[in-house]
């Protein structure tokens, strides 16, 4: 699993470039988005097209990556794949955090 | 007519990953329903994530045990393993996470059972000699959820 950053439009877009975030992943998952994100724009974007499984681990670990941020910055996200949206539907995280269907979309999304 | 398959894994996280992408194969292979996969696969990584943590946690070498019963009205997914029982003998009630408070006060953990009760339509627990049974039970003629 990497992440790797671009930016657009001010935001930092964080790419996961993994087919799942589970158990197994987590943790490693939730200090590689503290690395990436320590410093930097306060709108993160996490780009997750190419997730197609996450667990209730994985879910764990965004909501530690949005927390780690802290109040001043956000963390949206983008592209979510069904069975990623039902995770965050059925939990009601859908909420809690900003889902765009795609990337361009949260990127053109303005601030509020 | 129903078709049967049974297979056991290590209970460790990757032991896991293999388990659970195996069982969704042979899921597969004998043609449960595709609209019905997703929440197949969600509840059932969520009850062997269970094990790995809970069942097994000061032991190296435990074994989940699955096997899947699919008929065109249900499918039937019974997980064994030897780890201690569920306190107090029971299924957890599985409430929703409480996510009404400030942000730094989210939970980052405990979604699993409330998961595995809504992608399910029934459950079942016992406890037989040293080994814990639990059933999950999807309605296959059930929209997803």
Redesign the interface.
């Known amino acids: 699993m990497s992440l790797t950053s671009t930016e657009a439009n001010g935001a930092q877009i964080v790419t996961v470039n993994a087919d799942r975030i589970?158990?197994?992943m987590a943790i490693q998952f939730k200090e590689d988005m503290r690395s990436e994100t320590e410093s930097g724009p306060d709108r993160v974007i996490l780009d997750l097209s190419l997730v197609q499984?996450i667990?209730?681990?994985g879910?764990?670990?965004i909501?530690?990556a949005?927390?780690q941020l802290g109040?001043d910055r956000r963390l949206d996200l983008a592209g979510p794949t069904?069975?990623v949206e039902?995770?965050f539907r059925?939990?009601?995280?859908d909420?809690?955090f900003n889902l765009y269907a795609s990337l361009n979309d949260a990127v053109s999304a303005n601030n509020t | 007519m129903a078709e049967t398959f049974a297979c056991s894994f290590k209970a460790t996280e990757q032991g896991a990953r293999s388990c659970i992408s195996a069982v969704m194969q042979q899921l597969r292979d004998i043609d449960l329903p595709v609209n019905r996969a997703g929440d197949v696969q969600i509840a059932l990584a969520e009850a062997v994530n269970n094990i790995v943590e809970h069942a097994y946690s000061d032991l190296s070498d435990g074994e989940i045990y699955i096997q899947c019963d699919l008929s065109p009205d249900e499918l039937q997914i019974c997980i064994s393993d030897t780890g201690p029982p569920l306190p107090n003998g029971e299924l957890p009630v599985g409430l929703p996470a409480d996510i009404s408070g400030p942000m730094e006060t989210l939970p980052e953990g405990g979604f699993g059972w409330h998961l595995i009760r809504a992608l399910t339509c029934r459950l079942h627990y016992e406890r037989q000699a040293d080994s814990n049974q639990l059933s999950l039970f999807f309605d296959m003629q059930a929209k997803q959820n």
């Open positions: 589970d158990a197994a499984f667990d209730s681990s879910l764990g670990a909501v530690a949005m927390k109040r069904p069975m039902k995770v059925l939990t009601r995280m909420t809690i």
